[in-house]
């Protein structure tokens, strides 16, 4: 009898003393539960593959319990009570997941979705309730449609249309995506934000909305398949190189009213020739237009197919990376008006003997 009653104590003592977030509870086999916090609870459905967090407040940095395999979730459930989540954390990426459900109260930070966590999602679910989110057709939106925050990685349709309301597709809102190949833009989309369309796995063709005014950095980055881009006159702006690592790029064309670009045999350049912005791929040699006083940053990034560039007379700056990953470049023939080298600007030109002058 003492030797039971002593072994209750030694449990008592052992449960008082372990932390409210390391309590874990099973069900049936491969479920589990337990508490995040003091006022949020997590629990797993094995059978749905569904990790769902109940309570009230933000979810802080958390680990998912080694008792949970993350390959198993497929699905994630923010109830109406759960604000925010450090869901992008590095141990909290969960790459098997499909569908993800925000509650009313949930306020969606962009870094939740990146960084290759979200590479099965197929599907985005908000609550009706939420008064700042929206979800049509398994895409995230803001409450009124106006931006487009998400369209997940893993929706199929080869050809998406926009609704007419989307003003602005979000940073990395495309990001990632496997199917899509051509997007049909609504007349009312005026900005694009960097990172948009990132690494579009099967994106071919984009022409640029017509009353967009500014293309950033990286926005087409990593776009494998592009081929072919069309800027409208309204741009007036292209911020570093948006077209950076889409080795099948080899269309660029402009609309001949934009005042402040050109495509000179698909390279693209200021209208006024000053600067060479992009060059795209399939040339092995090119001469720079004389009028060029500036090869921009990245330019001619990755381009593994040219053998041997003439810079022009009046090249006068070469900016950082213009040239990096040249692997093919085996000639350069500079100026010597050239004042400036960049930071990288021939870095990985693994082929590259020799730069004479003209």
């Known amino acids: 009898m003492k030797r039971t009653i002593s072994i209750l104590l030694s449990l008592l003592i052992l449960l008082s003393s372990t932390p409210l977030s390391g309590l874990i509870a099973f069900a049936e086999e491969g479920d589990a539960s337990g508490q995040v916090d003091e006022n949020i609870s997590w629990s797993f459905d094995a059978a749905t593959k569904t990790l769902t967090f109940t309570g009230e407040g933000s979810i802080p940095s958390w680990t998912i319990p080694s008792t949970v395999n993350k390959d198993d979730i497929e699905n994630l459930v923010y109830a109406d009570g759960i604000n925010n989540s450090f869901y992008y954390n590095g141990n909290f990426r969960i790459s098997s997941l499909k569908t993800i ?3 009313k109260s949930f306020w969606i930070e962009p870094q939740i979705f990146g960084n290759g966590s979200e590479s099965s999602l197929e599907a985005i679910y908000v609550s009706e309730d939420n008064t700042n989110y929206c979800s049509v057709d398994g895409v995230l939106y803001s409450k009124h449609m106006d931006r ?3 369209y997940p990685a893993a929706k199929s349709g080869s050809v998406v ?18 199917y899509a190949k ?3 833009f609504g007349s009312k989309v005026t900005s694009i934000i960097s990172g948009a369309f990132s690494s579009c796995q099967s994106l071919k063709y984009v022409e640029i909305p017509e009353k967009v005014t500014i ?3 990286g926005c087409f980055s990593g776009c494998k398949e592009l ?10 702006s292209i911020s570093g190189n948006p077209f950076i690592n889409c080795p099948k790029l080899t269309t660029i064309k402009v609309d001949p009213e934009n005042e402040c670009y050109v495509s000179s045999s ?3 350049y200021t209208s006024d020739y000053k600067t060479l912005v992009h060059f795209p791929s399939s040339k092995q040699t090119y001469t720079i237009n004389n009028n060029t006083k500036r090869i921009a940053k990245y330019a001619f990034y990755n381009n ?10 009046a090249l006068e700056y070469i900016d950082d990376y213009a040239f990096s990953g040249c692997t093919s470049l085996k000639e350069v023939t500079k100026s010597e008006s050239l004042l400036s080298i960049g930071e990288g600007a021939f870095e990985g030109c693994t082929s590259l003997k020799e730069v004479t002058s003209s």
């Open 148 to 150: 487009l925050i998400k």
């Open 182 to 184: 051509y997007i049909e």
């Open 227 to 236: 081929s072919e881009v069309f800027i409208p006159k309204a741009v007036n």
């Open 101 to 103: 459900t925000f509650g």
């Open 266 to 268: 698909n390279v693209l």
């Open 161 to 178: 249309a926009l609704p007419e309301s989307v003003v602005t597709i979000g940073n990395g809102a495309f990001s990632g995506n496997v």
């Open 304 to 313: 593994q197919d040219i053998e041997k560039v003439v810079l022009s007379e």
């Open 215 to 217: 293309i950033p950095y």
